[in-house]
């Protein structure tokens, strides 16, 4: 499994189409998984670049915290499409929180979770994850677990209380890759955080300069998506085949330096 961290604006989709193929041909992903919750100018996501993900061979979109930005993706996330939302949002939210792909024999179970601190959520997702889990029993041979979550502890502890009944828990949000990459005693493979595609040269995503005046001042600044010093930032599983276990997780960090004609492009 390829699961691309958080994709960041036009660049960001830009770096990871223009990675993929290499990515592919590398390490020969069955499955490829992207969190696209910030694709579309940094907030949200809107139809049609879902259909352009999924039409590049993503297999499934993950999304987060800002799933509703975008009011065209509210139908589309019930239209049966590999897309989910957080499982532990309100029912009375469009979408789903788990979906299941195949390829090659292989059934995936995708999950999304947002976590509890800091972050608002409408169930725990620690209680909602036992309900995934219990619907997706016998329907899949590995669960990938996307938990998109604040809180550095809060993912740990995620990752511990799945260990062994998942093949991956692999954290999301805060747009920095942390150094912890590893597969758990009972096999499980986790990291708290793949990082973020798109502008490395800026502030989490958005222009630094923008993102300084704002600290420095404590005043409202209207943040725009940086273009500086794009990078895909992700991990590849390496499944066991064994039902939810891993063998191997590794860190992908890999700088695109696009065409000139394709600088400016949005």
């Not at 960001?12 to 694709?39: A, C, D, Q, Y």
């Not at 292989?106 to 725990?124: Q, T, W, Y």
Request: glycine share 12%; hydrophobic share 40%; aromatic share 6%.
């Amino acid at each position: 499994m390829l699961f691309v961290g958080d994709v960041v604006g036009g660049l960001g989709r830009r770096t990871l189409l223009g990675l993929l193929p290499e990515l592919r041909r590398r390490h020969e992903p069955t499955f490829v998984v992207v969190n696209g919750e910030n694709i579309a100018g940094g907030l949200g996501i809107t139809p049609k670049l879902a259909d352009e993900l999924l039409a590049a061979g993503v297999d499934a979109i993950t999304l987060g915290n800002h799933t509703y930005r975008r009011a065209e993706i509210n139908g589309y996330l019930d239209s049966g499409k590999p897309i989910v939302r957080p499982a532990n949002y309100l029912t009375t939210q469009p979408g789903r929180g788990s979906c299941v792909v195949e390829r090659d024999g292989i059934r995936l179970g995708v999950v999304n979770l947002s976590g509890n601190v800091f972050l608002r959520a409408g169930r725990v997702a620690f209680l909602e994850i036992d309900t995934v889990l219990a619907e997706l029993e016998g329907k899949v041979d590995h669960v990938l677990v996307d938990f998109h979550a604040e809180a550095t502890s809060e993912k740990v502890a995620m990752g511990w209380y799945l260990d062994g009944r998942v093949t991956a828990v692999v954290g999301t949000h805060t747009h920095v890759p942390t150094a912890d990459a590893r597969v758990l005693p009972g096999g499980t493979a986790y990291i708290s955080d793949v990082g973020m595609t798109g502008p490395r040269g800026g502030v989490i995503g958005v222009k630094k300069e923008q993102a300084i005046a704002s600290l420095r001042t404590h005043m409202n600044v209207r943040f725009e998506t940086s273009e500086d010093d794009p990078w895909l930032m992700g991990v590849v599983i390496r499944a066991a085949e064994r039902p939810m276990q891993a063998e191997a997780i590794e860190q992908v960090l890999q700088p695109w330096r696009p065409a000139p004609q394709a600088a400016g492009r949005s």
